[in-house]
């Protein structure tokens, strides 16, 4: 049942299995161990999955968002962690999978997934964000819930070897500056990397949350660059080409470039910008009566550990300081917590995040006053749930 | 950390060569072929123009004609012609992603051609220029120069205020 | 793919897909999004389930393990945490579900999920292990894997209201001193949980990395008590019922009490004791070939952070510190990894846990020599792997 | 942290009383009723004989009945009459969970006698005896104070030797 009662609740006579009665589950064996041996959600979890965009025509070059108003904490669960692909996902035999390493380097190598899972592993929290996360936002409050706004976003304890351990092994060379990032898939999607990132926190993973890598998160291989925007992680890892500039591939200049209302557009803006968002409660729910309520969100930032998160429930006029979830991790989900008690009125919840270079998340409209509307990209402002008087929540712009 | 863990095995030419299939705005990665944007024009009609449209307007799938001029309006069109920087990129995205139901099937003679036919439907190359090697990575994107890097973010700052806070769209008010 | 070639891989003809050829999922479109919307593991990983124990004569009073040796980081995915039932998996609506809390307190309450879930709220990540985890092993080496000797444990990241939140509200009378847990499963299981711990760390969750609790690990609520051993932890928690002294019910007095050779049973063994295991190299993978390995495993302990783990590759004679993956947290499955090579001579691989009191696990001999080999439960010694001369890896004793 | 967050509804008496069927050693929690083992033998016989064997040994599933002196052997054997500390345990439990198909099913009287019954083949009550709330917290169980607690552990201390570290095996060995 979702923390607030946001989806209808049949009124459907609930007293057969409530005190004093014994439970119709107690009174017979439930199910046996292993059903399924590998576990699946309760039946009446059923709603809480991925939602598509209504935004492409095909399928295969689409999104989901992640049901960031059903999840607590700061794991998302592997099953509905936010899908983006160009080409579809592929169904790659990791007995058959490789790993291409070339270019300016003085050994090209291949590596087979056995081989890869021999090296000396890293196991990290990290959040994923699209970078055209809440872009839907940027003209008019649009998503009518928390995933519809910023689903895009997810949160994996991600396992693999550091990209920097496998450039020594090919021993790569000085004038090296960029690593071309190929996938596997129909779009053989293809990035450039920075040297300085390949060698800083980049890492090339196979496992999430402790499993492999589902195939709509790159199985068996993708890349993982802390703090970037997703489309750089590419999935299902098949080629790494070192070079001495950016490849201009499609994907970093027909597209993940942001455009400026002069005309000129953004290139190579690879770090998401602190952002925070409250997620309890939030677009789409209502609050059954007056009284209290703990607010919660999440909070994150590309640029390391989030320092702090305001709360404010009069649309910014004024704010207290949340608290958050320790321990806190750079480049990391982090749930934010202030208790709030309703009286009924109508309020204006917003969370602003600082992350520990000291930046502040911007509001909507300052972000517009520089980037316009049409920048696509990078919307990290802060967002505003209006509680109504009846307690119904909405999405709105102040 | 130990240099050498003796993991993975040497890769070769040949097998380079299979799956190296980027082309750069040097031209470098380009392979040997050349297409005109005449000869691009059937191949466009039966593998393109069902989802970009015969004009490569009006499509179900992403426009990729026309645009020009219109970054800096309210309603800016991002198309092949009025967008893409580099022609090089063109040849390369095609050849890999599509069309997109059969991606990597079409030879380089064909992806010239139909990298030729774009470029033509968008006015930046005669319908009998060859493209090779050689030439694509001289034809001149109207958009070359529109993109800016380094990342010149943080591009805005908001202060922590925390107590009675004036709304931004209140001081533009007064 | 294991690891390590543990399970024989068919030499089929890899070529097809492999470089310089251009694989097949790079040559059509891949699966759409939301395939399914809920998404699940590769069918390629369709090996990596729960076991079951086949010591049990009914399914539904029965346990099954988790896959350790083919899991990575400290997360253990929702799928595959182990089960430990008495009377089967209960089917419980959770719009019917309550939790009730009587005794002695001032204000006997029933408590519905969305009021659980509106009290504030903890999100931890901690491990849960069965008292009788690695039980097999006290006469004989008797488990091939390390999910058959290990696999009653797994670690999440857990959310719920603290217990001592739920007891406030209710005024608890100054002469309580015990806790009655029940279930609501067809064995009804009770515990009596002391007072202590319920105004320490213990929580009643409701989410389990993320989303909602697993039918299998409690679906909608129940009890987690940081540290202590599995089946204290109620499962589909449905009554707490504050007392003055113990409840003695059968799970703390026929069963969960450990037998000494002298015929006395210890009782309220609560803590689970510091242990640590290699989960790779691992009964019955193999080693490919000489060369490069590093030893990967997990060290716990339910009185607080793991200090520090050694390793050994000579039966004990000589150890190494391992390094720790970081942050570590106390009460949670730590990830410990050592740099080795194999030069083709037998091994016998050792793992030694210190935790944060300086308690050193202890050898299977030093504990036998102890507790005698009837006492079932809190077997927390150092496990061996011996590695052959072919790299084949065996459950032994030394 | 606010005392009062006004969340959850009191439970009346009746609502406690549903669901309050625990047992405690005082015999606190034991319904009105009464059993005798001869009343129960009928009811152990249909609902139970099949899984825990006539006699309540030799069943498919845990022996109910014997072992008595066997605790500090290498083969203890653990059951209602050699294990168990409380007769009180063995109502609040059968009613609680036996049968195994059919929890919560027994009447107070019908647990009254095929806890009395169980008693009985261990030799723990005569058959005639009845049990009640104020007779059954009186049956001496054998093993009333095999159970030692509080927790004595740790109860090895191993050292974190380093190096050329000595085997017990070996140490005894000498
Ligand atoms: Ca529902
Ligand atoms: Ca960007
Ligand atoms: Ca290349
Ligand atoms: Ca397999
Ligand atoms: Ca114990
Ligand atoms: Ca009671
Ligand atoms: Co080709
Ligand atoms: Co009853």
Not at chain 1, 331 to 355: E, H, N, V, Y
Not at chain 2, 148 to 155: K, M
Request: hydrophobic share 35%.
């Amino acid at each position: 049942v979702p923390f607030l009662a946001g989806r209808g609740l049949a009124a459907e006579n609930k007293a057969g299995n409530q005190a004093p009665k014994v439970p119709e589950w107690m009174r017979s064996q439930g199910e046996p161990i292993l059903s399924p041996a590998y576990g699946v959600p309760s039946k009446f979890e059923r709603d809480v999955v991925r939602t598509p965009t209504d935004l492409t025509t095909t399928k295969t070059s689409s999104w989901s968002f992640t049901p960031l108003q059903d999840l607590e904490g700061s794991i998302t669960p592997n099953g509905l962690v936010f899908e983006r692909h160009h080409g579809g996902v592929p169904a790659i035999d990791p007995e058959q999978h490789e790993l291409m390493l070339h270019g300016l380097v003085d050994k090209p190598l291949i590596f087979d997934m056995a081989q890869l899972k021999r090296f000396p592993q890293v196991s990290i929290k990290r959040f994923l964000e699209c970078s055209g996360n809440t872009l839907t936002e940027w003209k008019e409050p649009t998503g009518k819930t928390v995933q519809d706004t910023h689903g895009l976003l997810s949160c994996c304890e991600w396992t693999g070897v550091p990209l920097a351990t496998l450039l020594r092994e090919a021993r790569v060379k000085d004038k090296a500056e960029w690593i071309l990032a190929e996938g596997a898939d129909a779009s053989a999607l293809t990035r450039s990397i920075p040297m300085d990132k390949a060698l800083d926190d980049a890492l090339v993973v196979y496992a999430q949350n402790g499993e492999a890598l589902r195939p709509e998160q790159g199985y068996p291989l993708r890349l993982l660059l802390p703090g970037f925007e997703g489309n750089m992680q590419v999935k299902w890892l098949r080629r790494l080409e070192v070079g001495d500039a950016p490849f201009m591939t499609r994907e970093e200049t027909s597209k993940y470039t942001d455009l400026m209302p002069n005309g000129q557009a953004r290139q190579f803006t690879f770090l998401m910008d602190a952002k925070s968002v409250i997620t309890a409660p939030s677009g789409g729910q209502s609050l059954p009566d007056k009284g209290f309520y703990e607010i919660r969100g999440l909070a994150w930032s590309g640029r390391g550990r989030i320092k702090r998160v305001d709360v404010s429930v009069d649309g910014g006029r004024n704010w207290q300081q949340a608290e958050l979830d320790g321990p806190v991790q750079p480049k990391c989900l982090t749930r934010f917590r202030l208790p709030w008690r309703w009286k009924g009125d109508s309020a204006l919840l917003q969370s602003r995040a600082i992350d520990e270079t000291g930046y502040v998340q911007p509001t909507h409209e300052q972000l517009v006053d520089v980037r316009g509307t049409n920048y696509v990209y990078h919307l990290n402002a802060i967002q505003t749930w209006e509680v109504s008087s009846q307690g119904e929540i909405s999405n709105v712009h102040v | 950390e130990q240099a050498d863990y003796g993991l993975g095995r040497p890769a070769s030419d040949a097998e380079i060569a299979g799956w190296n299939i980027d082309v750069r705005p040097s031209g470098a990665g380009l392979p040997e072929g050349s297409g005109t944007a005449g000869d691009g024009e059937a191949i466009y009609k039966t593998q393109c123009a069902a989802c970009h449209g015969p004009k490569g307007e009006n499509g179900a799938f992403p426009r990729l004609v026309g645009g020009q001029g219109t970054l800096a309006s309210d309603k800016p069109i991002k198309t092949v012609g009025s967008y893409w920087p580099y022609a090089t990129t063109l040849y390369d995205y095609i050849h890999r992603a599509m069309p997109l139901t059969s991606p990597q099937s079409l030879s380089p003679d064909e992806t010239y051609a139909v990298t030729a036919y774009v470029l033509y439907l968008n006015g930046l190359v005669d319908r009998d220029e060859a493209l090779d090697a050689g030439t694509l990575a001289k034809v001149e994107m109207p958009n070359r120069n529109g993109f800016v890097s380094p990342d010149p973010r943080p591009d805005v700052s908001n202060e922590a205020c925390m107590q009675d806070c004036v709304q931004n769209s209140e001081l533009k008010a007064k």
